[in-house]
């Protein structure tokens, strides 16, 4: 349990750190995107959702992990959704007609 | 329950791969070019980790495939949005992230109460208080944000003080809590209280600072969403949380220093405070005016012009007509580029979407620290619905309350031109010096018929 918990701490660690590098080098330009992309990234959480939807471990749980799953489905859905059409607007100077 | 042997490795290798996606995801969105791989990845990953998590064994599947297609069929319109309100529908995403969040903490809560283990306990008070703040912030960010509610700061006098109060209390509900979680009614005050909180946080935050705030909802979504995955001993969950936190956490920083806030003033969400009263209105001095005719023949005369758009471009709806006069522009051989102030637009980037939309090439779209070397070079730089981040005083008068903040050198250029309806200062109530520069033209009117009377003056007039 102890060795479980330091070992979580080390993943968070290790994540932020290369979250930190991996952002600072992206482009201003796509700031809007990459906020859309790391929320669907986010509704991760949905297998969380989902394993608590799916036991049926008390009404409550099943309930609430329910209602989690639409939630974060949604964010999914639409995330990767309005990044991709984003992205796809930005286009280069081709040659001049 | 049956279980076929060598499932959940299976499932842990599913995990082990999206997290890798996941990252190269982040990796990919470093430039233009390889942006759209990245959503790819983060979309296989994503795929690749649900479907894994199906493969659970003692899984009853009715709720889970009603509530995914659900999630889908409210996640459809949400992907579709006009450009224009993407900031709203990302603050509407956090708060379902948020939501899903706490929702799942709070039913493992009641699951283990009442014998939660310590550190168990003070990570799932992480994840409902932050998860509970960042829903109801952010549902009243996107409120805002689609002016359903007013816009306007609401301040009153030791507004900070009555807000930490609230959240020092949250913390010390969660701290007890943690001392003796078998205290299992104590914890529907530690989910309402930050569903306050959240609320009271954004009441005194104006529009210009929503920038800031959204980056901040992000973050807490994240570090949420990562303390979750410390309750449910997800490695991947905590991974995808502390990118995304870290990722706002950015933002934020990025946001708050192109506003001129420290970076405690961030932090403790201390927004939008009394706003500094403009000084006695003093006899204004004069400005020289200029129309569309004589406008278009300074443009049309000129090698290099800088397009300095703002918020007020985007709402009047003029990024299309400012298509047509690049287009123009270029044309005639003028070299047009824009100049984009990082907290130009309602979020981080945002303008830069809104004229990618217009089709104007990324590549001409330059950001501050880029571009303010060019205007000495520029013949021409033309603000459109800017003002405060284009304020000279910022840089030379130390009484100004913008003082220190990051602005375009527009003065720098041989001549400014100033699309504006008229003479009102901006969002800060601070007035701009550059609209009395001698080498200022200030063309007063509406932004998207403004430019649109320009580009008839360069096309029919002067062309052929």
Redesign the interface.
């Given at each position: 349990?102890k060795m479980?918990?330091l070992t979580?701490l080390y993943?968070?660690m290790l994540?932020?750190f290369?979250?930190?590098e991996?952002?600072?080098?992206?482009?201003?330009?796509?700031?809007?995107?990459?906020?859309?992309?790391?929320?669907?990234?986010?509704?991760?959480?949905?297998?969380?959702?989902?394993?608590?939807?799916?036991?049926?471990?008390?009404t409550?749980?099943?309930v609430?992990?329910?209602?989690?799953?639409?939630?974060?489905?949604?964010?999914?859905?639409?995330?990767?959704?309005?990044?991709?059409?984003?992205?796809?607007?930005?286009?280069?100077?081709?040659p001049?007609k | 329950m049956t279980n076929w042997p060598g499932t959940e490795t299976f499932i842990e290798i599913t995990y082990l791969i999206?997290t890798a996606l996941?990252?190269l995801?982040?990796?990919w969105?470093?430039?233009?070019?390889t942006?759209?791989r990245?959503?790819r990845a983060?979309?296989i990953?994503?795929a690749l980790?649900?479907g894994g998590?199906?493969l659970?064994h003692?899984?009853?599947?009715k709720?889970?495939m009603?509530?995914?297609v659900?999630?889908?069929v409210?996640?459809?319109?949400?992907?579709?949005?006009h450009?224009t309100a993407?900031p709203q529908?990302?603050a509407l995403?956090?708060a379902?992230?948020a939501?899903?969040?706490t929702?799942?903490g709070?039913?493992?809560f009641?699951?283990r109460a009442p014998n939660v283990?310590r550190?168990m306990m003070a990570v799932l008070s992480m994840e409902v208080i932050l998860g509970g703040l960042t829903f109801t912030g952010s549902l009243m960010a996107a409120g805002k944000l689609q002016e359903y509610l007013p816009q306007r700061p609401i301040t009153y006098k030791g507004q900070n003080f009555v807000n930490l109060a609230f959240l020092a209390v949250a913390i010390g509900v969660a701290a007890y809590l943690v001392h003796d979680p078998s205290h299992v009614h104590l914890f529907p005050l530690m989910i309402a209280i930050p569903l306050v909180f959240g609320v009271l946080m954004i009441i005194p935050i104006g529009g210009a600072d929503m920038p800031t705030v959204?980056?901040l909802l992000?973050s807490y979504?994240?570090l949420s969403?990562?303390a979750?995955?410390?309750v449910?001993?997800?490695?991947?969950?905590?991974?995808?949380?502390?990118?995304?936190?870290?990722?706002?956490f950015?933002?934020s920083v990025?946001m708050s220093k192109a506003m001129n806030r420290s970076f405690t003033n961030v932090l403790f969400g201390a927004f939008g405070q009394e706003q500094v009263a403009g000084a006695a209105a003093q006899e204004a001095p004069p400005v020289r005016s200029a129309t569309a005719e004589e406008a278009a023949a300074i443009l049309g005369a000129a090698n290099k012009v800088i397009v300095v758009p703002g918020y007020g471009m985007a709402v009047a709806q003029a990024q299309h007509k400012v298509r047509e006069l690049y287009d123009a522009l270029?044309k005639r051989g003028v070299d047009v580029k824009f100049a984009?102030h990082?907290v130009a637009?309602r979020?981080?980037?945002?303008m830069?979407?809104l004229l990618?939309?217009a089709?104007i090439?990324?590549?001409?779209?330059l950001?501050m620290d880029e571009v303010n070397g060019d205007f000495p070079q520029a013949d021409v730089a033309l603000v459109i619905g800017a003002n405060d981040v284009t304020n000279p005083a910022a840089r030379s008068d130390a009484s100004s309350p913008i003082y220190g903040m990051p602005i375009l050198d527009v003065d720098k250029a041989r001549t400014v031109m100033v699309i504006k309806r008229g003479m009102s200062p901006g969002f800060a109530g601070i007035d701009n010096p550059l609209y009395y520069l001698p080498k200022t033209l200030m063309l007063f009117g509406d932004a998207k018929s403004f430019v649109g009377s320009i580009v008839r003056e360069l096309t029919g007039g002067g062309h052929g």
């Amino acid at each position: 349990m102890k060795m479980d918990l330091l070992t979580s701490l080390y993943v968070f660690m290790l994540a932020g750190f290369i979250g930190f590098e991996v952002i600072r080098s992206i482009t201003p330009l796509l700031h809007t995107p990459l906020m859309s992309l790391t929320n669907a990234l986010d509704a991760i959480a949905v297998v969380g959702a989902i394993i608590l939807a799916g036991e049926h471990r008390s009404t409550l749980a099943t309930v609430l992990g329910t209602i989690a799953i639409v939630a974060a489905t949604s964010n999914v859905v639409g995330g990767f959704l309005i990044t991709d059409r984003m992205l796809k607007m930005f286009k280069a100077s081709g040659p001049k007609k | 329950m049956t279980n076929w042997p060598g499932t959940e490795t299976f499932i842990e290798i599913t995990y082990l791969i999206a997290t890798a996606l996941f990252i190269l995801s982040l990796v990919w969105m470093r430039t233009p070019v390889t942006a759209r791989r990245g959503v790819r990845a983060g979309e296989i990953g994503m795929a690749l980790a649900i479907g894994g998590t199906l493969l659970h064994h003692g899984l009853d599947y009715k709720w889970i495939m009603i509530a995914l297609v659900l999630g889908t069929v409210i996640g459809i319109p949400l992907g579709r949005v006009h450009m224009t309100a993407v900031p709203q529908r990302t603050a509407l995403s956090h708060a379902f992230g948020a939501l899903c969040v706490t929702l799942v903490g709070t039913a493992e809560f009641y699951l283990r109460a009442p014998n939660v283990p310590r550190f168990m306990m003070a990570v799932l008070s992480m994840e409902v208080i932050l998860g509970g703040l960042t829903f109801t912030g952010s549902l009243m960010a996107a409120g805002k944000l689609q002016e359903y509610l007013p816009q306007r700061p609401i301040t009153y006098k030791g507004q900070n003080f009555v807000n930490l109060a609230f959240l020092a209390v949250a913390i010390g509900v969660a701290a007890y809590l943690v001392h003796d979680p078998s205290h299992v009614h104590l914890f529907p005050l530690m989910i309402a209280i930050p569903l306050v909180f959240g609320v009271l946080m954004i009441i005194p935050i104006g529009g210009a600072d929503m920038p800031t705030v959204i980056s901040l909802l992000n973050s807490y979504a994240g570090l949420s969403a990562a303390a979750m995955g410390f309750v449910l001993d997800s490695k991947l969950l905590i991974i995808a949380g502390a990118l995304d936190g870290a990722s706002g956490f950015i933002l934020s920083v990025n946001m708050s220093k192109a506003m001129n806030r420290s970076f405690t003033n961030v932090l403790f969400g201390a927004f939008g405070q009394e706003q500094v009263a403009g000084a006695a209105a003093q006899e204004a001095p004069p400005v020289r005016s200029a129309t569309a005719e004589e406008a278009a023949a300074i443009l049309g005369a000129a090698n290099k012009v800088i397009v300095v758009p703002g918020y007020g471009m985007a709402v009047a709806q003029a990024q299309h007509k400012v298509r047509e006069l690049y287009d123009a522009l270029n044309k005639r051989g003028v070299d047009v580029k824009f100049a984009i102030h990082p907290v130009a637009g309602r979020m981080p980037g945002h303008m830069n979407v809104l004229l990618a939309e217009a089709d104007i090439p990324y590549d001409k779209l330059l950001d501050m620290d880029e571009v303010n070397g060019d205007f000495p070079q520029a013949d021409v730089a033309l603000v459109i619905g800017a003002n405060d981040v284009t304020n000279p005083a910022a840089r030379s008068d130390a009484s100004s309350p913008i003082y220190g903040m990051p602005i375009l050198d527009v003065d720098k250029a041989r001549t400014v031109m100033v699309i504006k309806r008229g003479m009102s200062p901006g969002f800060a109530g601070i007035d701009n010096p550059l609209y009395y520069l001698p080498k200022t033209l200030m063309l007063f009117g509406d932004a998207k018929s403004f430019v649109g009377s320009i580009v008839r003056e360069l096309t029919g007039g002067g062309h052929g």
